[in-house]
Structures are given as C-alpha cells and as structure tokens.
C-alpha cells in the first residue's frame, strides 16, 4: 500500500490551535485525510490506497490508521473526524445506502460505528457531493446561504443548502440533479433516459464525442484538449454539457429561489469551455425573482471533500469554554 504524508512546517501560517478534527475524503482508489485546527488551518494532511475491494472494514482500518499517523506528529487532540464517503449515506445511522460496485461490502456498513470504535472520538458521515460542497462553502468562494452544488465527476452529483444548513432529504438523497430528466435521449448509467449525467459527466463526455466522430475512449480531459485546438464536435460537447447544467441549476434557482450554485468535479476544470455555454442559457433562462443565478466554479478542488468532512466534523464539537490564564496574585 503506497502512502505518503506530510506535515505543515511550524513556520507556515498562523499559530496552530489544539483541538484538533479530522477531515477524510474515502473515495473508490484513494482514502485522503488532513487534521484541520479550530482556526481552520490545515496541520497535516496525508494519502493511502483505498482497499476498496476488501470490504468496508478494511476501508475503515485505512481511514483510522491514517488519521492515527498523522495525529502522532502533532501535540493536539483529536476531537471529532468527518467523513465524505460515495455513495448515498443515511445521514441518520451514518451507514450506507447505496453505492457502486467497485465497493464490496461497503452497503449497509455501518462506517460512523465502525470508525467511532476506532478512533475513540465522535463521528459524523456525509455524500462525498454534500462533503464539497460543505468544504466549498467553509473554505471556498461559496458564501450564500442558499445554494446549490453539482459535482461533475465520473457521474455527476448534487448537494443544497438552505438556510445555511446542508438538506439530507428522508432518503439522504436531497439535492441530487444528476439523475433528474429532459436533457437528452441517452440512457443513464442509472438505467433511465435523458438524465442530466448523459451530457455533463466525465464519462459521458467522452461517450458523446465518440458517437459524433467515431473514436471513442477518450478522457474527458482529451476532449478538452481537442475542444481548445479547434475541434468543433469537442466543443459542441462541451457546449452541450455546460448549457445542460446551466438550466439544471436555472431550473434548481426557480424551484428554491437560489442565486448561487458552484460546479466541482474534473470536468468543472474546462471551466473556459463551459462558460460560454452557460452564460448563453442563463441570459434566456434567468430566474422568475429577477435575481441573477451566479454559477462559479469550484475553488478548492481536491481538497473540498475532506475539508468539508472536516467541517461536519467541527459541527459535532460542542463550543469549547473559554480557557482563563491562571492569574498570578
Ligand atoms: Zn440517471
């Protein structure tokens, strides 16, 4: 198992505060954890293969024995860890619900339990979607309190906040405007037609600008490329794909009269070639308040979910008491 760590030099950044959460972004190939301290700085933060295909009590052994190495160099105590995991968490149990395959045994886990055990400390569990965009919204540019976030990864994802406060839903699934209908007549991988994740996923990228020009297998990353040299079926995707999300979240505003949502995810890294796109739809397209729907780019790109995690994490830490300095009579 490769792993590799590291530790803030004392010199960077303001003076660290003791109480200490941990932040852990389990995704299919790599679990990532960083100590984040009250002021929010990161202290340490660190990698390690994630044993995905051993079961989910191998995956939490990882995720605790990380957490362990990187607080053995620091002086703090850990007080709380959060986790943003794949797949659709029961907020309630911290157990998941569902999850792709590349995860044996990981549904119906209970990963809160199992992790609480093994760190000693409380544990909060959330959807790596709702995990950036809490991070985003606690480290990043996002500062409304209405908003809604879009993860265009592998598949694509949502989470919404409102009034401040991240929605779980009754069935932890709140938010998730990837698989709603009517933006094109692709199947799913969810198995129905049409779904939002047809046109704007990493995945689906690819797939698309195969079936114009007849070569397939390419990354979406590739296509952007291609997309940047001149290559209009490349840039007809990206087109597609940002006037896709550009109504998603229009359709979202109008719904929840939202004036924000920030988009994440690899794709969300061709941020010049979806733009023109979305300021297109959003200039027919704009909500019903008269409010204009600002769509942002994600800022903190890999880093949001476990900052986020670690966010959830601090919300379990009741308010520490003011610490006096013993007066010298
Ligand atoms: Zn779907």
């Not at 540019?141 to 009754?170: F, I, K, N, Q």
């Amino acid at each position: 198992m490769s792993k590799h760590h590291s530790t803030a030099m004392p010199s960077e950044g303001s003076t660290a505060v003791p109480g200490l959460v941990a932040g852990i972004d389990i995704g299919g190939t790599k679990i990532a954890a960083m100590l984040v301290d009250g002021s929010g700085r990161i202290v340490a933060r660190g990698q390690v293969a994630a044993p995905a295909r051993d079961g989910g009590s191998a995956m939490a052994d990882a995720a605790a024995g990380l957490t362990r190495e990187l607080l053995e160099e620091q002086d703090g105590v850990l007080l709380a860890a959060g986790v943003g995991a794949a797949g659709v968490i029961d907020h309630a149990t911290g157990t998941v619900r569902a999850a792709s395959a590349t995860f044996v045994d990981w549904v119906g886990f209970p990963l809160a339990a199992e992790l609480r055990e093994r760190l000693g400390v409380p544990v909060a569990i959330e959807n790596d979607v709702n995990a950036f965009l809490l991070g985003e919204l606690s480290h990043g540019t996002a500062t409304d309190s209405d908003v809604l976030g879009v993860m265009l990864g592998t598949g694509v994802g949502g989470a919404l906040v409102l009034d401040g406060r991240l929605r779980h839903g009754p069935h932890g699934a709140a938010g998730e405007i990837g698989h709603t209908p009517g933006y094109s007549t692709v199947r799913c991988t969810c198995g129905q037609v049409g779904h939002l994740e047809t046109l704007a996923s990493g995945t689906s990228i690819g797939l698309r600008y195969g079936e114009r020009t007849g070569e397939g297998g390419l990354s979406a990353h590739e296509v952007a490329d291609r997309a940047r040299s001149g290559d209009v079926d490349a840039i007809a995707v990206y087109e597609a794909a940002g006037r896709a999300v550009a109504l998603a979240c229009a359709s979202a505003a109008g719904m929840l009269d939202l004036s924000s949502a920030v988009v994440g995810g690899g794709v969300s890294r061709a941020w010049d070639l979806l733009a023109p796109a979305i300021e297109t739809a959003l200039a027919t397209d704009s909500p019903v308040s008269g409010v204009p729907l600002h769509i942002v780019p994600a800022t903190l790109h890999t880093d949001a979910v476990a900052l986020g995690a670690a966010a959830a994490a601090r919300a379990l830490v009741p308010a520490a008491p003011v610490r006096e300095e013993p007066v010298v009579a």
